[in-house]
């Protein structure tokens, strides 16, 4: 499968040759900012969704090949990291075309000089990022992830609660899985990209339960199309002629639905800086309940396999009075995953038991632990004792006759023996809380003016 080949070819490479698109060199910073489309249209109204919410508080990881941390727009919201491959930190780009880095601007970046009105903003601007450097396949080459796994427990063990996966991944590894379980135990939202082949491909990311599986859209919130497709696909956002910040050049314009993943990501920061006690499936819930269908779209059953339930409405996602809802939302649980063996350095099952108890975690697998083995020694040393009484009694009585203490001897009813177990207080389970194995029907946004051209 050659998904993650296409997606950073289409989203990250095209703008090498952003020639063919007529916007290379950039002449201005001014310019720069004006090319930011999304933030100046009628969902995002970036200057009215700052009032509300910069993200100020939230960890964004970004997991990628490096995010270069010195860009003057991202200067200071860049964190260490890690390079889960060679060690070190994660925030120098290692891609040809700074895939990674633009990611983060989306997210992230806070423009630069005076008033910060020159380069890129992005959508939330006080957020941090987390570099978390992984070897994805430049354009041209195959293969998958290597790192994803460790890199996914790596960023929750580090603070991250959004992680924006702009990657493609055809099919995972276990390390991958209990990456993503990992994740999801931990209340943490994974943001991944559908890809950019124009199919419904998704790939094992895409249709991983607890991930949110993202689109593209243009100006008019029209489907991009070569925004990949299917049920799994829950949000999209813009993705069409996106300026971000690039540590090859200082900046870039892209297509594709890398960049419609990291705009989500981004609202889901903002979000987590306001509502700091929602659940990441909750967060989501308030993300598929404001987003909007172009006209054409109106009335359609959600969610649908091109957009699922619409393009994102930050303002409306930030404002609007929306039920907190389950805790998992539209998002479906994962499957806890068999912890990795030892040495493999890969993300735990978080209900394994913890390395101290392994030795009582051995005899609990061969079906008695040590406790149940002293009782049985003490039981059986009762029994004796008893028989041995009774003998010596009836000897010394000479005769045969039912022992003393009632019917049944010590320990029978009425005897002076060992009296049975006397019920406890005993504590009532309580409920169980039912997880929902796939995301309930949300009913559409109120309809609005699709975003502005």
């Known amino acids: 499968m050659r998904f993650t080949r296409t997606l950073r070819a289409v989203s990250g490479g095209v703008v090498a040759g952003a020639l063919l698109l007529g916007t290379a060199p950039i002449a201005s910073a001014d310019e720069i900012r004006d090319r930011q489309w999304p933030l100046s249209t009628n969902s995002f109204d970036a200057e009215k969704v700052w009032k509300e919410s910069t993200g100020k508080g939230v960890t964004v990881a970004v997991i990628e090949s490096g995010v270069e941390g010195n860009h003057p727009d991202l200067k200071g919201n860049v964190l260490p990291g890690k390079d889960m491959l060679k060690g070190g930190r994660g ?19 806070h423009g630069h000089g005076p008033g910060r009105r020159d380069g890129v903003m992005g959508l939330a601007p006080d957020a941090k990022i987390l570099p978390v450097k992984v070897s994805v396949p430049e354009d041209g080459a195959m293969g998958g992830v290597e790192g994803l796994g460790d890199g996914l427990k790596y960023a929750v063990d580090h603070g991250a609660t959004v ?26 939202l994974l943001v991944a990209a559908s890809g950019n082949d124009g199919n419904s491909d998704l790939g094992e990311l895409g249709t991983s339960p607890g991930v949110l599986t993202v689109g593209a859209v243009d100006k008019a919130g029209k489907i991009w199309d070569d925004s990949n497709y299917g049920p799994d696909v829950l949000l999209t956002a813009p993705g069409v002629h996106i300026t971000s910040a690039s540590s090859v050049q200082p900046y870039r314009q892209a297509s594709g639905t890398s960049d419609s993943t990291a705009y989500v990501s981004a609202t889901a920061a903002l979000l987590r800086s306001k509502f700091p006690k929602l659940t990441a499936g909750q967060i989501a819930n308030r993300l598929v309940k404001t987003a909007g269908l172009p006209a054409d779209k109106q009335g359609a059953k959600l969610p649908d ?36 063996s030892a040495g493999s350095g890969g993300a735990t099952d978080p209900s394994a038991p913890a390395k101290g108890n392994e030795q009582a975690t051995e005899q ?76 309930p029907a949300f009913p559409p946004a109120p309809p609005t003016q699709p975003p502005g051209q």
């Open 91 to 109: 925030d120098s780009d290692g891609s040809s075309d700074g895939h990674g880095t633009g990611m983060a601007s989306i997210i992230a970046g």
């Open 305 to 340: 396999q091109h957009y699922g339930y619409g393009f994102i409405r930050p303002l409306r996602a930030l404002t609007e009075n929306i039920p907190a809802g389950s805790k998992n939302g539209p998002l479906k649980t994962p499957e806890s995953q068999p912890s990795p």
């Open 163 to 188: 992680v924006n996966l702009s990657i493609g991944q055809g099919v995972l590894t276990a390390s991958d899985k209990q990456g993503i379980a990992y994740a999801a135990a931990h209340d943490v």
């Open 364 to 439: 609990s697998d061969s079906g008695l632990g040590a406790g149940a083995i002293v009782g049985i020694a003490a039981g059986v040393l009762v029994v004796v004792a008893v028989i041995v009484i009774l003998v010596v009694r009836q000897k010394k009585n000479g005769r045969n006759g039912p022992p003393p203490g009632g019917p049944g001897g010590y320990g029978g009813p009425g005897g002076p023996g060992f009296m049975p177990q006397q019920p406890g207080p005993y504590q009532q389970p309580g409920p169980y809380q039912q997880q929902p194995g796939a995301a």
